[in-house]
């Protein structure tokens, strides 16, 4: 077995991470990539190519926004009144060809972690990939992948080809010891 999956699988395995290659469905990641890319003239520069808002900022949401925010509340025992970490809280992101994240760990006060639900709405031709302490993660369209990235040296494979990368993501901040639910999809 090569050590990028073993990486995983331990990752997992201590609920560092939560994979899910199907956590959307084909419908409404159709709906929510539509709307994300009407947003796109609303997405300010940050690093190089890459371009975000927190979600809030945005002149409208998707209607299927509250629903899975609400979904994924649930599903890491979160409660529906769970608010945003206040760094980059819940956010569109996209990154154009040539773009990336940097290897980092995020920042959170003493005591606490930070939860990050990435949702893929869109991957580039090549590239793009998440990386989580060595492991790139292949996600497809639709994969939610989840993870404590404060606790998690992270950055992401250079997005190659004509294509950009399309995230969905929300963070929150939760104890410092909390863990994912397990999951099935290694």
């Known amino acids: 077995m090569d050590q990028a999956k073993l990486a995983r699988i331990a990752m997992m395995g201590r609920r560092q991470c939560y994979f899910h290659p199907d956590f959307i469905t084909p419908g409404e990641r159709s709906e929510l990539l539509g709307w994300a890319r009407s947003m796109r003239p609303h997405l300010p520069p940050g690093d190089p190519g890459r371009f975000f808002r927190k979600v809030a900022e945005l002149p409208r949401q998707s209607p299927l926004y509250t629903p899975l925010r609400l979904r994924l509340q649930a599903l ?4 529906e009144d769970a608010e945003p970490e206040p760094h980059l809280g819940w956010f569109l992101g996209m990154g154009d060809p040539g773009s990336r994240i940097v290897p980092h760990h995020d920042n959170t006060p003493r005591g606490t972690c930070i939860l990050r639900c990435n949702l893929f709405l869109q991957l ?19 994969t ?3 993870f404590l990235p404060s606790e998690l040296l992270h950055w ?20 410092g010891d909390y ?5 099935a999809h290694p």
């Open 156 to 175: 992401s494979q250079p997005v190659e080809g004509r294509k950009r990368r399309i995230v969905l993501s929300f963070g929150y901040r939760v104890p």
């Open 144 to 146: 939610l992948l989840a």
């Open 76 to 79: 890491f025992g979160l409660g």
């Open 179 to 183: 863990r994912l639910p397990p999951t």
């Open 124 to 142: 580039p031709s090549r590239g793009g990939l998440p990386v989580i302490e060595n492991a790139p993660f292949e996600v497809k369209p639709g």
